[in-house]
Structures are given as structure tokens and as C-alpha cells.
């Protein structure tokens, strides 16, 4: 099992909150910030998603919840990392580690729920061999706040290997896709999940990409559904925000997605009817088009 239950939140530094704050409520957040500090969530109870400290524009690193204490504890110890209070709502404890790349890797426990948002589901979907909808005509209220939770978070690396270890090591994750160009043993990354046991969890909480460089990629947040997504899709349009990749379905994981770029240069991804995968889905391997192109929508990732 996952010494990690799932992603928690992705951390950014950015030098204009404001303009930051405004694309965040465009993208379906809801946002509280202070001086220097920005955080929104989404419906789910988590009480942030995303942080965005003031500064020049940079990545900082991913938020992981510990699947127990005991498992924080014996993170801590075996990494000789100092448990430490958050200063943040909800309180909970953390430990902050690096990754090869120098990327921050914090492991949190016990932050209290925020009381969650609820989302009135829409009502069923008619398809053509199954139509469940009957007699009734379909309403969305959707919220203003159209992010449910963060998914996963992909990060470009100098050494997948190397990194690889490091993130399986630690937190025990399972591949569930592995990408190779041309031949089976060259290795380009992996999609990695959390192994929650029977638990079915995302098909990937985080995608290593050895890009022989370090960098960001994207965070991906999940929206309830296709109306949602293409709600917000307009939204984001409206807003003139760059688009960058989307509405489209990928082949590994399945996620109906929509990319794109906030003020500052950094990629967030909407998405929704991701694949869920449980201990005995296996892993697997694919070449590098099944990455690129798409079941459906715009090919040639960006
Ligand atoms: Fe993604």
C-alpha cells in the first residue's frame, strides 16, 4: 500500500496575485488570499488545491496527504525530516522533502476537512443503446466554482529512472502506463498511481516525463462532468486566457481534457471521466503516439 493516499495540493510563486487570483475564480476555483499568499480549493473538501506565494514566477513543488500518521512518522524518520505544524486552515502536520530535480515535496497529515460544496449532480445521460433519461428534461446549475479536487500533477524531469525510484521509494506507487519511444527499452516517463489496494484511485496521481531537463508540465483538476468542462471551457474563453491543448479524450487514462495557460506561463489542465484503476489493474506499457494522440478532439499534444 501507498504510504500516500493522493495529491493534495500543487505550490507555485507568482508576482502578480491579483491578476493570478482573477484567472483562478475564471478557472473554477474558489480563492481566499492574503498579502502574500493565495489559495484556492474546489467543491471537495480539501481546504487548497493550489497555493501561490508571492514572488518571481516559479514552480515550487506538490503536497502529498500521508495515508496515516504512523505513515507520516516513519516517512519523517527514515528521510530525517522535522514534522512541523501548517500554518495554514486546517492546521494537520507536514514534513517537506526534495526531490532529485530540487523540487518540494511536502507529505501532510491531519488537516481538518473544509465543509464540502455540494454539487447537484445533472440527471442521467441519454445514449444511443442506453437512455436512462426519461421523462425528464436536463437542468444544469452549475456552480461558479467548477473545480472539484486536483487529479494529478505532471512533472518534466532530468532522470526518469532516478526519479522514478525516488517517488516510488518514498510513497510506493504503481505504474500504471509506462511510455517508450520506438522500442520498449527506451523509456521517455511513466503514469504512476497511488496503491490504495482494492480502492480504485486515478489512473495517474502524478506523470514523470524524462525530458532531460527539470521543469513543470501541468496540474489537472476535476470538474463534475462534460457540461462542467465545456462550461468552463466558455468561461476561460470569454476571459481571452490561452488556450493550449483541448477539449479533446486521451488514450491513457481517458480524461475528457482541457488545457490551458493562467497569466503567468504555468499549465492547468480541466478535466473530468478520468480512468480509475485499483491494485489488480496492472501496468502496462505504450508507445508514445498512444500519449499523443487522442480517442477523439485536436491531435499533437503542445
Ligand atoms: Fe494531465
Known amino acids: 500500500m501507498s504510504s500516500i493516499k493522493d495529491i ?8 502578480d496575485l491579483t491578476k ?17 499568499l493565495l489559495m484556492a480549493r474546489g467543491t471537495d473538501t480539501s481546504q487548497y488545491v493550489y497555493l501561490a506565494e508571492l514572488g518571481e514566477p516559479a514552480f515550487i513543488g506538490i503536497g502529498f496527504e500521508a495515508s496515516s500518521l504512523a505513515d507520516l512518522e516513519a516517512l519523517a524518520k527514515r528521510e530525517n525530516a522535522a514534522l512541523e505544524e501548517v500554518q495554514l486552515p486546517g492546521e494537520g502536520c507536514k514534513i517537506a522533502l526534495e526531490d532529485p530535480d530540487g523540487n518540494i515535496v511536502e507529505v501532510a497529515f491531519g488537516i481538518d476537512p473544509a465543509a464540502k460544496h455540494e454539487v447537484v449532480p445533472r440527471p442521467a445521460f441519454n445514449a444511443g443503446t442506453k437512455r436512462l433519461r426519461l421523462g425528464e428534461r436536463v437542468k444544469l446549475s ?7 479536487r486536483l487529479g494529478h500533477c ?11 525510484r525516488w ?39 502524478l506523470f514523470l516525463v524524462g525530458a532531460g531537463e527539470s521543469g513543470f508540465n501541468h496540474a489537472a483538476f476535476e470538474l463534475e462532468d462534460w457540461d462542467s468542462l465545456m462550461i468552463g471551457h466558455d468561461r476561460l474563453k470569454q476571459g481571452e486566457y490561452e488556450h493550449r491543448w483541448g477539449v479533446g479524450k486521451h488514450i491513457l487514462g481517458s480524461q475528457v481534457f482541457d488545457y490551458w495557460r493562467d497569466p503567468h506561463g504555468f499549465s492547468l489542465e480541466h478535466f473530468t471521466d478520468g480512468d480509475l484503476f485499483n491494485v489488480d489493474s496492472g501496468s502496462h506499457v505504450a508507445p508514445l503516439d498512444d500519449l499523443l494522440n487522442v480517442l477523439w478532439g485536436p491531435q499533437g499534444h503542445p
Open 8 to 15: 493534495l495540493y500543487v505550490k507555485f510563486s507568482v508576482p
Open 20 to 36: 493570478q487570483d482573477q484567472f483562478l475564480q475564471d478557472f473554477g476555483f474558489e480563492t481566499r488570499s492574503s498579502e502574500n
Open 142 to 148: 452549475p456552480p461558479k466554482n467548477l473545480v472539484k
Open 154 to 164: 505532471v512533472l518534466n524531469v532530468v532522470d526518469f529512472r532516478d526519479s522514478e
Open 167 to 205: 517517488y516510488k521509494d518514498r510513497f510506493g506507487l504503481i505504474t500504471s502506463d509506462e511510455i517508450y519511444i520506438e522500442s520498449e527499452e527506451n523509456v521517455l516517463g511513466a503514469f504512476l498511481r497511488c496503491d490504495r489496494g482494492k480502492d480504485y484511485v486515478d489512473h495517474h496521481t
